[in-house]
């Protein structure tokens, strides 16, 4: 008898333990976060005037937006870019915590001229990647990008948002 007991205890326990697991057990859904075209973006040459490249941007200008920027993301279109919109103009410095792809990344100043280049950032590097001036805006556009559009310092950038 004291056999019986003893099994039926363990078997008891057995099945109280499985299914606290699967009671405690979370699920993790995550959003996909996706491109929301919020203005217009136009990089010239600063000795020609010419149009290098228009382009759709979403603009980060308060504290989440411009902490989080494009973390979590897989990818951006080659058309599409991030603007960051601070409210003064001073030295800054960006880091690719969490962006999962390289990207270069555009120091701009109050004036709208291009300030410097951080080429290629790496993704997910924690590595801080500072203006070399005072910067009041900051774009975001893919890896290689420009290079291929040939953007130099002392270009210019022209933006706007979209209307609501």
């Known amino acids: 008898m004291k056999r019986i007991f003893i099994s039926a205890s363990l078997i008891a326990a057995f099945l109280l333990s499985t299914s606290c697991k699967e009671k405690t057990e979370e699920v993790v859904l995550t959003k996909k976060v996706v491109f929301t075209k919020e203005g217009s973006l136009i990089l010239k040459k600063a000795t020609s005037d010419s149009t290098l ?15 989080t920027g494009l973390m979590y993301r897989q990818s951006m279109l080659d058309s599409e870019a991030m603007l960051f919109v601070f409210n003064e103009e001073e030295p800054r410095a960006f880091y690719m915590k969490n962006t999962e792809f390289p990207l270069d990344i555009i120091f701009i100043d109050s004036e709208n001229t291009i300030v410097s280049i951080q ?11 500072p203006s070399e001036g005072p910067a009041q805006y900051v774009l975001e556009v893919n890896a290689g990008l420009t290079d291929l559009w040939n953007l130099q310092k002392g270009d210019v950038v022209e933006w706007n948002k979209v209307s609501e």
């Open 53 to 67: 490249v228009s382009l759709d941007i979403e603009i980060a200008d308060d504290e989440y937006q411009t902490q």
């Open 119 to 129: 080429k290629n950032a790496k993704p997910l590097d924690k590595t801080s990647l």
